[in-house]
T-cell receptor
């Protein structure tokens, strides 16, 4: 069965600190996708990134960067120079194909990040 | 409107009521999803519709009844709910081909009294 583990449940940092959110996954599929979503207090899940299992290149988008390592089944997310607006719950997710081409997302439990001024 | 919208945003209902949650996507997607998010539990997939056909039903009690009349609209009909059904119900949509990313609506926060 597919599983996503976010070992950290809550992190609190001071503005401008760097913070890394860990994600470890389990799957028997050879083709899969990994995702990160952000959920601010408003409740909406905001899509951040999707990574194909065959693409292990690290990715950087502004202050966000992602480190995908198949050897350790990890897909970690780093926020550089954190800001108060980064405060949210962050979810890591793994896709599982379903009938008809749609995908079922298996989510981790989420990690609450609080950035203090 | 753009993206994925959900109405109502908040709902309080008694255990004997019947209500419906509505989701609409304006992204040209052809798959839609219902998720449930309870306190202290991971997000749980409830239903998946692909090309208006239900392809996944994750052992959800029959008091939840989904309906997908077309690729842009998804409903969740609720009847005789229990207090433990109180949660945030999130709708998402995606393209079915190529592992399309799921985009979520703002959710309906449901309280069952």
């Amino acid at each position: 069965a597919q599983k996503v583990t976010q070992a950290q449940t809550e992190i609190s940092v001071v503005e401008k600190e760097d913070v890394t959110l860990d994600c470890v996954y389990e799957t028997r599929d050879t083709t899969y996708y990994l995702f990160w979503y952000k959920q601010p207090p408003s409740g909406e899940l905001v899509f951040l990134i999707r990574r194909n299992s065959f693409d292990e290149q690290n990715e950087i988008s502004g202050r966000y960067s992602w480190n995908f390592q198949k050897s350790t089944s990890s897909f970690n997310f780093t926020i550089t120079a954190s800001q108060v607006v980064d405060s949210a719950v962050y979810f890591c997710a793994l896709s599982e194909a379903t009938q008809g081409g749609s995908e079922k997302l298996v989510f981790g439990k989420g990690m609450k990040l609080t950035v203090n001024p | 409107e753009t993206g994925v919208t959900q109405t109502p945003r908040h709902l309080v209902m008694g255990m004997t009521n019947k209500k419906s949650l509505k989701c609409e996507q304006h992204l040209g997607h052809n798959a839609m999803y219902w998720y449930k998010q309870s306190a202290k539990k991971p997000l749980e997939l409830m239903f998946v519709y692909s090309l208006e056909e239900r392809v996944e039903n994750n052992s959800v009690p029959s008091r939840f009844s989904p309906e997908c009349p077309n690729s842009s609209h998804l409903f969740l009909h609720l009847h005789t709910l229990q207090p433990e059904d109180s949660a945030l119900y999130l709708c998402a949509s995606s393209l079915t081909s190529g592992g399309g990313s799921q985009y979520f609506g703002p959710g309906t926060r449901l309280l069952v009294l």
